[in-house]
């Protein structure tokens, strides 16, 4: 399955200019691929695979005021140009396999997720960390999303 959006999510202030929303990334698409295969004697055994990838625009933020970020200890954005600024373009790929064991009243399922394969740093926002060492040097970093990310499970239905 392949999905794709193109929007442009703007608003009108009270001051009567129009501003981009939190949520004018302008375009998200997906990828999607799945297949299932009966293993076994009785095929009642299933491999279970797929994949996702998910490459969308950036989040919209606004630029730091510094000298009021420093002088409140916390990230202040200057207002009057929210949502200017684009981060890069959001990219995830995602992969899963599994065993599904069907017997008469229980199912037992062992897999393998793994998030973010490629390691992609994808950007989470802005925030405001002073360095102690060098207190002249910018306070605002960008904080990263999670990098490649394995999730190991084991289910049960009965």
Known sequence: MITG?????????SDGVERNTDFNE????????????????????????????????????????????????????IDS?????????YFRWDITIGFRFNRKKITHEIGLDIVNLLNTQNVLTLAYSPNPIHPTS?????????????????????
Do not use: C, E, H, M
Not at 5 to 13: D, R
Not at 28 to 44: C, E, H, P, R, V
Not at 81 to 89: A, E, V
């Open 26 to 77: 302008r375009f998200a698409t997906n990828f999607l691929l799945g297949k299932d295969f009966k293993i076994g004697n009785k095929n009642n055994s299933i491999l279970t695979t797929g994949t996702k990838v998910t490459w969308a625009g950036g989040a919209r933020y606004s630029p730091a005021d510094i000298a009021a970020s420093n002088a409140a200890g916390q990230l202040i954005p």
């Open 138 to 158: 910018n306070p605002i970093i960008i904080d990263y999303q999670l990098g490649l990310l394995p999730i190991f499970y084991y289910k049960i239905d009965f």
């Open 81 to 89: 140009l929210r949502n200017t600024k684009q981060f890069k373009n």
């Open 5 to 13: 959006s193109f929007f442009n999510s703007t608003y009108k202030g």
